[in-house]
């Protein structure tokens, strides 16, 4: 029998090769410069928590999902579902020591036992953006706008950012006197892109009736403009009301900015978990709608009262870094990369390296990405093993004077002093 482990992971976890980890990585350098760039700043919390942190609110779907476990001390642990419940436990614990309102971003793995599917898996990256302090209409739209910035400036494309407002959604319930399912129904509507019309239909009339269920099954059908909508959505639930006048603010803050393209109101946009209380979104690449939403979140204002006997109001979204990617890369806007590098210097003797290794230290210090190859091959070779790794520029030490190798072009330029090579790079204007 032979003693050799078999190599395999976990169904619905993955590795990652350089081509693919340089381009996520490339992609989150710019999700993280846009946080920056709102003031945002970062925090990290454990993978690890005590279960009952985790299931507080997370709500019966969540629980089937996480990965929970007794631990050698016997304590009742879980991995993290998501970064919003440990953000709470955070803010909880922290509070003292953190000046409101509070922004911060948060990038880091989470884990769910779901079904795999194309851009879904059970371990992910998710990147989060919060506001924690402020219930006004400027944060909810701030973190909309932070939304839309970020992922143009990944450039994913045109996008549709679809908005709701779950306490609206609840005064509409409120008056067809089905308040106390409401919970249910929101996650029910939730599921109407998966599971359909009729299959929707069929559980909320198990929860409300027939005619309760066609009432809510026309609430959130598709109504128009934004502003169509809104003043729709605002009769059935009675009339204006604190809900319906935050939406409004929201799209005028959305007009001011000349950003209102990006966003409708859809009243069947819920979410699924129980912690939000207001407005509420879901982001969709226009070209690759089906892959569902790239960027979620929205208003819990109850949250870290779990944890705490303070109120504190938030909102914030995550972006799914996973399905973000495997939809970019469907749409062909992500190539992989195999090197940082931007140009490669030769190993033309293997007692010459202490030269080739100040050639990179040069180009290093000058802002340049370099590798230098370590062992002496042919030349054709490491011309080969550069381009492999999408290496554009390959130096050959050659004495005093160096050659400069355009890999894509097969030219050589020869008799360059190395200060020479640099600012060529540098200017990038070399062919």
């Known amino acids: 029998m032979s003693d050799i482990i078999e190599p395999r992971i976990l169904k619905g976890f993955r590795d990652f090769l350089p081509p693919s980890e340089i381009e996520r990585r490339l992609l989150l350098e710019k999700v993280e410069e ?25 709500g019966g779907e969540t629980e089937k999902q996480i990965y929970r476990f007794t631990d050698n001390g016997g304590r009742d642990v879980a991995l993290r579902f998501d970064l919003t419940v440990p953000f709470a436990r955070f803010l909880a614990e922290h509070r003292e020591e953190l000046s409101l309102p509070f922004k911060r971003y948060h990038i880091a793995k989470v884990w769910r036992g779901e079904n795999t599917q194309r851009g879904r898996y059970r371990e992910f990256t998710q990147c989060d953006f919060d506001t924690v302090g402020s219930d006004t209409a400027a944060a909810d739209f701030e973190i909309l706008l932070m939304i839309q910035s970020t992922l143009k400036n990944i450039n994913a ?12 959604f609840n005064r509409f319930l409120g008056k067809i006197s089905v308040s106390d399912k409401s919970v249910e129904i929101l996650r029910t509507v939730d599921k109407l892109s998966k599971v359909g019309h009729d299959a929707t239909l069929e559980t909320l009339e198990t929860l409300v009736g027939s005619e309760n269920a066609r009432s809510i099954l026309d609430y959130i059908a598709p109504r128009g403009s934004f502003e ?75 949250l870290a009262g779990l944890y705490s006997k303070e109120k504190l109001s938030g909102v914030g979204s995550s972006i799914g870094l996973d399905r973000l990617i495997a939809g970019l890369e469907s749409l062909g806007k992500l190539k992989g990369r195999g090197s940082y590098a931007r140009a490669a210097v030769a190993c033309i003797r293997e007692e010459d390296g202490g030269i080739s290794q100040g050639i990179g230290q040069k180009l290093r210090e000058a802002g340049i990405n370099c590798e230098v190859f370590l062992d002496e091959k042919k030349l054709t070779q490491q011309f080969i093993l550069a381009e492999k790794k999408g290496i554009p520029w390959m130096i050959i030490p050659d004495g005093g004077a160096l050659t400069l190798r355009n890999l894509a072009a097969r030219k050589n330029s020869e008799g360059l002093a190395l200060d020479s090579i640099i600012e060529l790079l540098k200017k990038g204007d070399i062919s």
Request: hydrophobic share 35%; proline share 5%; with cysteine.
């Open 34 to 58: 846009s946080f920056r760039s709102f003031g945002f700043v970062p925090i990290d919390t454990p993978a690890l928590e005590y279960a009952e942190i985790l299931l507080g609110k997370g």
């Open 157 to 168: 494309g045109e996008l549709t950012i679809r908005v709701n407002h779950r306490g609206l």
């Open 228 to 302: 169509e909508t809104l003043a729709a959505l605002t009769k059935a639930a009675g009339g204006p009301c604190p809900e319906s006048e935050r939406l409004s603010l929201i799209r005028r803050f959305m007009t001011d900015t000349g950003t209102a393209d990006s966003f409708t109101l859809d009243p069947s946009i819920t979410r699924g978990l129980d912690y939000y209380t207001g407005v509420v979104y879901e982001t969709f690449l226009n070209e690759l709608p089906g892959i569902g939403s790239v960027c979620s979140g929205g208003r819990y204002d109850d």
